[in-house]
C-alpha cells in the first residue's frame, strides 16, 4: 500500500514558478513509476510528467516541456514537479499518482493504483 500526499500548489501569476512536493508512506514506493496529473474544470484529468523508479526514465507532455521538471528522491520518499514560466492554462488540480513499474510507461490515470488528494494551482494572467 502507497500513500500521497501533495503539498505546494497555491495562487502566481503567469510567467512565475512553484514546485509541488508529493511526498509517500509505504515500502514499495521505491519500486513505482511516479506520475504527475492535473484536471481543470470540466476537462479530463491529464497526464504532465512522470518518473520511473530510479529515475532514469522521464516522461513530459508536449504542453509542459521545456516548462516542467520532475525529480524523484527515493531516500525520503519524495517527488518533486518543479513549474516554470507558469501559463494561466496550467491552472488545474494537480494530482500525483503511482503503479508498479512494468518498464512501460503508462499515462492513462485510470492506470494508476495509487492517488494524493490533490493540489490546486491557479495561475493569473
Known amino acids: 500500500q502507497v500513500q500521497l500526499v501533495e503539498t505546494g500548489g497555491g495562487q502566481v501569476q503567469a510567467g512565475d514558478s512553484l514546485r509541488l512536493s508529493c511526498t509517500a508512506s509505504?515500502?514499495?514506493?521505491?519500486?513505482?513509476?511516479v506520475g504527475w496529473f492535473r484536471q481543470a474544470p470540466g476537462e479530463d484529468r491529464e497526464f504532465v510528467a512522470g518518473i520511473s523508479p530510479n529515475g532514469g526514465r522521464i516522461n513530459y507532455a508536449d504542453s509542459v516541456k521545456g516548462r516542467f521538471t520532475v525529480s524523484r528522491y527515493n531516500f525520503n520518499n519524495t517527488v518533486l514537479l518543479q513549474m516554470n514560466s507558469l501559463k494561466p492554462e496550467d491552472t488545474a488540480v494537480y494530482y500525483c499518482?503511482?503503479?508498479?513499474?512494468?518498464?512501460?510507461?503508462?499515462?492513462?490515470?485510470?492506470?494508476?493504483?495509487?492517488w494524493g488528494q490533490g493540489t490546486q494551482v491557479t495561475v493569473s494572467s
Open positions: 509505504g515500502r514499495t514506493f521505491s519500486s513505482t513509476y
Open positions: 499518482a503511482a503503479r508498479p513499474y512494468s518498464g512501460v510507461v503508462v499515462t492513462t490515470s485510470g492506470r494508476y493504483n495509487y
